[in-house]
């Protein structure tokens, strides 16, 4: 059952082949036997109550296209009753008194949670090794990171531990997990999806998105994730699509552009033949190819390192030791009991980012750093808007390497290296896409769609059109 996409479990459901109980059992075997690290909290109970109440909508003919579906949700999303950590020791005793509007929405479509899904500390990080709970492994080789942020949702679709997973993506935690798992992801157009109870990290930039097997599975959870929502005032008031209505469409025409700067120093060779096998394959089925410059990309992890710091800087104050999550024992006063309370319970990296970002946020430093990083954003903003003025979609890699060796990476400066062709989606707020594409040293490598606002159907289709043409999306590492 596991090998089947969300489109194909479905139609099992209504056919009766299996029941979402079974189906249910089954993913909750399989995490229970699997070594990767993948989840923080696993749902036993509540799954099982989920999928006999989808197996009654299922037999009353109440159901639709999603019910009784097991996923995973990123342990960023609050969960009513279910502990919600975001991977830090700060809200390891943190049960959410409420639901994040994704969370009600999955609810609502009769999903079965599985669990919450493993992640780097209030997703900072890009292997996933950030995390209080301990590093997830990338299915594919155990000694390699699976990447980050969202390591454990990605882990857990690559090792069909869930028919799909949640993602965040606030520099590129949808896309370089995908990638380097060999799944698909999408990124949606910044306001597509609330923020609403989704714990916040860079609020300017996070954006949720679904993590699948296939593009056609990643518009079904799309269609629910979706909408416009008064809780969040950077929801966009967008109608939703049905965003599997566009799948089918003939991709004859498509003018792609290739941003020279994606294809410079630092990329990986075997990533880059993949890449552009990939491309070829568009080719021939009757896409165009075009070179575009962004010229800003270079400004993109500056850029990034200063307003993603500041914005958590601000976010993060509230976690305290007073309200909820983590107090120190016995504090002095109060201000030994801020100090301690979060000095035992964040994690370095994020330590690391709060500290940068009250710098540079500081009277003296603002102008310089955070003034100056808003006017490169809003540069770069301006060059996808100049290539999308020539092309329909931007391709390129997702992360210039493979996996890396887990506990290779040591200074921070090369982590966020990593993240060099993803941030720009998120500094301008477009929708991107990483597909599988291929494998480079026998590890997954994903090709990165990048599309103008709001053109999330749009990459959907290009990326099913792909998937009808490869089969790398259904390639499955071995069991472990
Ligand atoms: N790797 C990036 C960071 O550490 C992106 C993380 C994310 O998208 N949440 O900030």
Redesign the pocket.
Known sequence: MHTKTIAQLSQGLKDKEFSSVELTQHYLNRINQSQLNAFITVTDDLAMKQAQAADEKIASNNANILTGIPYAHKDIFCTQGVKTSAGSKMLDNFISPYDATVSHQLNNADLVMLGKSN??EF????SNE?SYYGSVKNPWDVTKIPG???GGSAAAVAARLSAFATG???????R?PASLCGITGLKPTYGRVSRYGMIA??SS??QAGPMTQTAEDAALVLNVMSGFDEKDSTSAEQDVQDYTANLNDSIKGLTIGLPKEFFSEGLDNEVADNVMAAVKEFEAMGATVKEVSLPNSAYAIPT??IV?PCECSSNLSRLDGVRYGYRCEEPKDLEDLYLRSRSEAFGE?VKR?IMIGAYALSAGYYDAFYLKAQKTRHLISDDFKKAFENVDVIMGPVSPTTAFDLGSVKDPVS??L??IY??SA?LAGLPGMSIPAGFAQNLPVGLQLIGNYWSESKLLNIAHQFQQQTDWHQKMPQEN
Request: negative net charge; charged residues 20%.
């Open positions: 992640m780097d997703a900072m990080g890009s950030n980050g942020s969202s965040t993506d606030t520099g590129g935690s949808i370089q990290y860079a930039l996070d990034y390192y993603a990296e980012r982590m966020y990593a993240d993803t941030l998120n």
